[in-house]
């Protein structure tokens, strides 16, 4: 195992613009560790670097005591597990999973030994004599973690490793993944684009956005305490609802002409409000915000109504839990109003105001 140190990691492309923008972070050995972040904010890219496939422009990479900038990939102790499978189609699975150990020179017994180890964890031994062509895409996914495991590597990389799955397959080799890190306790680092991903896998997980860094913490800190609009708005299964708030007066935001909102904060102009679509809740008439019913999304055990409050081109989400408890319609009049103490507020920069009261 192995901890991994970011210390001002830059990258540029020739003449054009930061990749990275300076980063500093620190991964503890044996942590598992997990960049999220949209398409394009550098997060595959730092990962790549990490691994010796990118050069780092400026900054150090430390794994373990080791300064890595120009250490060769082979030689940093890192596995790395990409989104496509990358299988020799003409070897078994078996083969594929030993072929590291095969060229570093181990034994046909050593081989035999390490991959039948490695395939009862992953619960693929029934597996072992079949070519890639006869595997299903879970399947092939768990031996690309295995060729990766057998080399016994001291940083394990994951790369989007689940993007070509299916909804179900995902949350399984999710909960496989976590079960293997638990296990084999040595330091991972996972990118993802899926927040939910992120949430459920990661000790700490760390928010990407336009090459730098938006915030760092463990998953539930992240949802309660976003640091940044960006990060509350990207954390969390549906997305915050966000309401531009003209001024706040008495503990009262003025959201629109027909609405005002308690908040626990003091005066101020020119904010943004953020309520979680979980935190809302539909009052009796004259006790909320006014809006209008646009699309109502059955989920089985919640439903999503999504609303225009009144005078605004600003839509909102609101989830209730049970399905058709309350009878609802498109074109329906309703009274919203958020949980007390579950408000955010946001300066014009997009930084937290105040931690969640």
Same mark, same amino acid.
């Given at each position: @195992?192995?901890?991994?140190?970011?210390?001002?990691?830059?990258?540029?492309?020739?003449?054009?613009?930061?990749?990275?923008?300076?980063?500093?972070?620190?991964?503890?050995?044996?942590?598992?560790?997990?960049?999220?972040?949209?398409?394009?904010?550098?997060?595959?890219?730092?990962?790549?670097?990490?691994?010796?496939?990118?050069?780092?422009?400026?900054?150090?990479?430390?794994?373990?005591? @080791?300064?890595?900038?120009?250490?060769?990939?082979?030689?940093?102790?890192?596995?790395?597990?990409?989104?496509?499978?990358?299988?020799?189609?003409?070897?078994?699975?078996?083969?594929?999973?030993?072929?590291?150990?095969?060229?570093?020179?181990?034994?046909?017994?050593?081989?035999?030994?390490?991959?039948?180890?490695?395939?009862?964890?992953?619960?693929?031994?029934?597996?072992?004599?079949?070519?890639?062509?006869?595997?299903?895409?879970?399947?092939?996914?768990?031996?690309?973690?295995?060729?990766?495991?057998?080399?016994?590597?001291?940083?394990?990389?994951?790369?989007?490793?689940?993007?070509?799955?299916?909804?179900?397959?995902?949350?399984?080799?999710?909960? %496989?993944?976590?079960?293997?890190?638990?296990?084999?306790?040595?330091?991972?680092?996972?990118?993802?684009?899926?927040?939910? %991903?992120?949430?459920?896998?990661?000790?700490?997980?760390?928010?990407?956005?336009?090459?730098?860094?938006?915030?760092?913490?463990?998953?539930?800190?992240?949802?309660?305490?976003?640091?940044?609009?960006?990060?509350?708005?990207?954390?969390?299964?549906?997305? @915050?609802?966000?309401?531009?708030?003209?001024?706040?007066?008495?503990?009262?935001?003025?959201?629109?002409?027909?609405?005002?909102?308690?908040?626990?904060?003091?005066?101020?102009?020119?904010?943004?409000?953020?309520?979680?679509?979980?935190?809302?809740?539909?009052?009796?008439?004259?006790?909320?915000?006014?809006?209008?019913?646009?699309?109502? %999304?059955?989920?089985?055990?919640?439903?999503?109504?999504?609303?225009?409050?009144?005078?605004?081109?600003?839509?909102?989400?609101?989830?209730?839990?049970?399905?058709?408890?309350?009878?609802?319609?498109?074109?329906?009049?309703?009274?919203?109003?958020?949980?007390?103490?579950?408000?955010?507020?946001?300066?014009?920069?997009?930084?937290?105001?105040?931690?969640?009261?």
């Amino acid at each position: @195992m192995a901890a991994i140190s970011l210390r001002g990691i830059r990258k540029t492309y020739g003449a054009g613009p930061e990749v990275l923008k300076g980063l500093d972070l620190e991964i503890a050995n044996g942590e598992l560790m997990v960049f999220v972040g949209p398409s394009g904010c550098g997060k595959s890219t730092l990962l790549r670097m990490i691994a010796g496939l990118e050069d780092i422009s400026a900054g150090q990479l430390l794994i373990g005591d @080791m300064l890595a900038n120009d250490v060769p990939p082979a030689a940093r102790g890192i596995a790395m597990v990409f989104q496509s499978y990358a299988l020799y189609p003409h070897m078994t699975v078996a083969e594929n999973m030993g072929f590291a150990l095969k060229l570093s020179g181990s034994t046909k017994p050593q081989q035999r030994e390490a991959v039948g180890k490695v395939a009862e964890i992953l619960q693929i031994t029934h597996l072992l004599e079949r070519k890639p062509k006869a595997l299903s895409g879970g399947e092939r996914q768990r031996v690309a973690i295995g060729r990766a495991i057998v080399r016994q590597p001291a940083v394990f990389l994951f790369d989007e490793p689940l993007s070509n799955l299916d909804a179900s397959l995902r949350v399984q080799t999710r909960i %496989e993944l976590a079960k293997l890190h638990k296990e084999l306790g040595t330091t991972m680092v996972y990118v993802t684009h899926d927040q939910v %991903e992120a949430m459920t896998l990661g000790q700490r997980v760390a928010v990407f956005n336009g090459g730098h860094l938006e915030q760092v913490g463990a998953p539930l800190a992240l949802y309660r305490a976003p640091a940044t609009r960006f990060v509350a708005g990207f954390i969390g299964a549906l997305r @915050m609802n966000f309401l531009p708030c003209r001024e706040l007066v008495g503990g009262r935001a003025q959201v629109g002409a027909h609405c005002s909102i308690p908040v626990p904060a003091a005066d101020a102009r020119d904010i943004t409000l953020g309520i979680r679509p979980e935190h809302m809740r539909i009052v009796a008439p004259g006790q909320g915000c006014p809006a209008t019913i646009s699309l109502i %999304e059955q989920l089985g055990d919640a439903q999503i109504v999504h609303a225009t409050p009144r005078a605004s081109t600003h839509s909102i989400a609101i989830k209730l839990h049970g399905s058709g408890e309350i009878a609802l319609r498109p074109g329906q009049e309703i009274d919203f109003a958020a949980q007390d103490g579950q408000v955010f507020l946001f300066d014009a920069d997009g930084r937290a105001m105040e931690a969640r009261q």
